[in-house]
């Protein structure tokens, strides 16, 4: 039996404002659009993903105590060099960091990862130079 592959179609560009959504449910929003999932045409060894710009990175919020109490964690491989920075300077320093990087825990953990995850476009304010593509809104998770 022959498997049939379906020609691949342009992606599409979808924007997202970050301004008071909280982290974990943007990220998993973004996370099913740049893995590809929504699309029926789904294939876990293919690259069918669409683009998401997210605006506002340095606006995302967290639920209860966590923006105090949650740390990036990152060891080099030698001993005394664990890292924590804590929320509030990640958010500071790099937001768009934290967007990237809890989008990037929910991709799976293969060769594809770091190819979808250039799909995902962060900045930290209002503006972003992907007009060409005229990006839509991204659909509300429940439609």
């Known amino acids: 039996m022959k498997t049939s592959i379906p020609p691949p179609e342009a992606p599409h560009w979808y924007v997202v404002d970050a301004t008071g959504e909280h982290l974990g449910r943007l990220a998993t929003r973004i996370a099913h659009i740049v893995n ?10 293919q690259i069918m993903s669409d683009h998401v710009i997210v605006l506002n990175a340095s606006k995302v919020v967290l639920h209860g105590k966590k923006a105090e109490q949650k740390e990036y964690i990152h060891h080099r491989g030698y ?41 995902l476009h962060v900045f930290e304010g209002t503006e972003h130079p992907h007009d060409a593509q005229k990006p839509e809104p991204l659909p509300s998770p429940l439609t």
């Open 36 to 45: 590809g999932k929504h699309k029926v045409t789904f294939s876990p060894h």
């Open 79 to 119: 001993f005394g060099n664990l890292r924590r920075i804590p929320f509030a300077r990640m958010i500071e320093e790099s937001p768009e960091k934290v967007l990237e990087t809890a989008v990037r825990g929910m991709l799976p953990r293969n060769k594809l990862r770091d190819l979808k995850m250039k799909h």
